[in-house]
């Protein structure tokens, strides 16, 4: 049905369809999903098929995600695809996410901001601290408010395990 619907444009259709897939968890249809989400040039249609994958929760699906959240393409329009990160396990890529604290879309920044509060009690040792290098590194020109917020809740959060 989604094959139809995208080869006769009808994206009204294959945007219904694509909401429906997500609404049922159905996941016989992943693969294309993941290969669209890949492919599209349409931000409408990559943040529908984002939030699909999420709401069907199958952790394949964040690998892609990230991969899409970090093209160049996708700049201006990642605040979906970031959200769509929340219900699913995406903790061994916080390093990748964690760069969108300082973005100048306070959309974006505040949804890495929240992927980041929402794992910081299963992050490691390591990850902790590669996470604070990244954003001190992102503060040295970027005075995002955001990225001091972060900074100060790893190392606190750093602290109270040290304890």
């Known amino acids: 049905m989604i094959q139809k619907h995208l080869f006769q444009g009808d994206m009204e259709g294959l ?10 968890k159905d996941t016989t249809q992943f693969a294309f999903l993941i290969d669209l989400l890949k492919s599209t040039d349409n931000k409408i249609l990559r943040n529908e098929i984002a939030i699909a994958l999420s ?5 394949r699906a964040v690998e892609p995600l990230i991969e899409v959240i970090i093209d160049p393409k996708t700049s201006g329009s990642r605040g979906t695809l970031l959200y769509a990160l929340e219900n699913l396990n995406y903790i061994v890529h916080i390093e990748d996410i964690i760069p969108f604290i300082g973005d100048s ?9 929240m992927l980041l509060e929402q794992m910081m009690s299963r992050l490691s040792d390591s990850q ?11 503060i040295s020109s970027n005075q995002s408010k955001l990225l001091g917020v972060a900074l100060d809740m790893l190392k606190k959060w750093r602290y109270r395990l040290q304890e």
């Open 15 to 24: 945007i219904k369809q694509i909401a429906y897939i997500g609404e049922k």
């Open 55 to 59: 709401d069907i929760g199958d952790d």
């Open 128 to 138: 902790n601290l590669k996470c604070q290098q990244l954003i001190e590194i992102q």
């Open 105 to 113: 879309s306070l959309e974006v920044s505040a949804q890495s901001f």
